[in-house]
C-alpha cells in the first residue's frame, strides 16, 4: 500500500526530525517582478527557509531554458542561504514538453519536489472514462519522476470541474499508482473550501499518508462563494491541518506561502509577506506542535 511506503520513506524523514519546523517558502509567482539575485536577498531579508520557484511558460524558469537558468537561479538563492526545496510545474502528462529536461535539471540542482499541473473534469465524456485516463497521465509522471528521484506532488484546487477538488479523486489515484514518488501538494485554502464546515478532519486524516508538500492561505464565505484573505483571518485553521499532517504522518515537507488576494503593489506584496512569514513562525508553528522556526 502507497501509504505505508510513503509514511515510512525518506522524504518525510524520523518523528525527531518533524519536532523541527518545516521549511517555510513562499511561491515565487508572487515575487515574479525579482530577477534570481533579488530574489535571494529579499527572501534572506523576509527570514524566509526557501521558495516554491516556478518553472513554466512565463515563470522564474522557462522550461526550454531549465538546463542554463534552473542552476542559476538555485545557485544566487543559495548564495543567500535560501534553499530550493521544491519547483511548480504546470505537467499534466509525461508527454508534455521538457518534462524529463525540467526533472533532470531539478535532480541536477539537488531539488526533491516537484508540483505538477491540475487536471479539470469536461462535459461531454463519462467521468469514470476521465478518471481512468487522468491516472495513467498522473502513472506517467510519476514513473518520470521516479527515475530522476524526485517526488512529484498533485496540487488540489476547488471548484467545479477541477479534479481533485473532491479528495478521494487523489485518495484513488494515489492507491491505483502506488509509487513512494508521486504525493499531494496539498493546499489547505482549497480544500478548506470544498469541506467547509466539518468534514476538512476526515479529508485531512484521509489524504495525511501522501501529503509531501502544503500550500498556504485563507479565505472566509461571502454571499456564498470563497474570497481569499490574509492569513489568519479567514476560517482556515492552518496549524489544525499542519498538526494533523505531522500526528499522523510526520510530515516535514515544504510549506509553500499563496498570496491570491488582492494586493496594491510590489512593496505591498513585500509587506504582506513579511507580515506572514512573522504569523507562521509566532504563531502557526507552535500551534501545530512544531519547534525551532528561527523566532527572534
Request: glycine share 8%.
Amino acid at each position: 500500500m502507497a501509504a505505508a511506503s510513503l509514511s515510512a520513506g525518506a522524504a518525510q524523514g524520523s518523528d525527531a526530525e518533524a519536532a523541527k519546523a518545516p521549511p517555510l517558502c513562499v511561491f515565487s509567482k508572487h515575487l515574479q517582478f525579482l530577477n534570481y539575485e533579488k530574489l535571494a536577498v529579499t527572501c534572506r531579508q523576509l527570514r524566509l527557509d526557501g521558495v516554491d520557484l516556478t518553472v513554466r511558460r512565463g515563470g522564474h524558469v522557462r522550461p526550454e531554458r531549465v538546463a542554463v537558468d534552473l542552476p542559476k537561479a538555485v545557485d544566487a538563492l543559495r548564495a543567500e542561504g535560501i534553499a530550493v526545496p521544491m519547483i511548480t510545474t504546470d505537467y499534466l502528462s509525461a508527454k508534455d514538453p521538457y518534462v524529463p529536461e525540467v526533472l533532470a535539471a531539478a535532480q541536477q540542482c539537488g531539488i526533491s519536489y516537484c508540483r505538477i499541473g491540475s487536471h479539470r473534469y469536461v462535459q461531454d465524456e463519462a467521468i469514470a472514462e476521465q478518471l481512468r485516463r487522468i491516472t495513467e497521465d498522473i502513472r506517467g509522471l510519476a514513473a518520470v519522476a521516479e527515475e530522476h528521484e524526485i517526488t512529484a506532488g498533485y496540487h488540489n484546487h476547488s471548484g467545479a470541474n477541477n479534479f481533485g477538488a473532491n479528495l478521494w479523486d487523489l485518495y484513488r489515484i494515489y492507491e491505483q499508482v502506488d509509487s513512494p514518488y508521486l504525493g499531494s501538494n496539498f493546499d489547505v485554502g482549497h480544500a478548506q473550501v470544498e469541506n467547509g464546515y466539518g468534514n476538512w478532519e476526515i479529508t485531512a486524516r484521509l489524504m495525511a499518508p501522501w501529503v509531501r508538500m502544503m500550500s498556504v492561505k485563507d479565505f472566509y464565505f461571502e454571499d456564498g462563494k470563497p474570497l481569499w484573505c490574509p492569513l489568519g483571518e479567514g476560517m482556515v485553521d492552518v496549524a489544525r491541518y499542519l498538526a494533523l499532517f505531522r500526528t499522523h504522518a510526520g510530515f516535514a515537507g515544504p510549506v509553500s506561502l499563496h498570496f491570491e488576494y488582492k494586493i496594491k503593489g510590489r512593496e505591498e506584496m513585500i509587506q504582506e509577506i513579511e507580515k506572514t512569514v512573522n504569523y507562521m513562525r509566532k504563531e502557526i508553528f507552535p500551534k501545530a506542535g512544531y519547534g525551532d522556526s528561527r523566532v527572534s
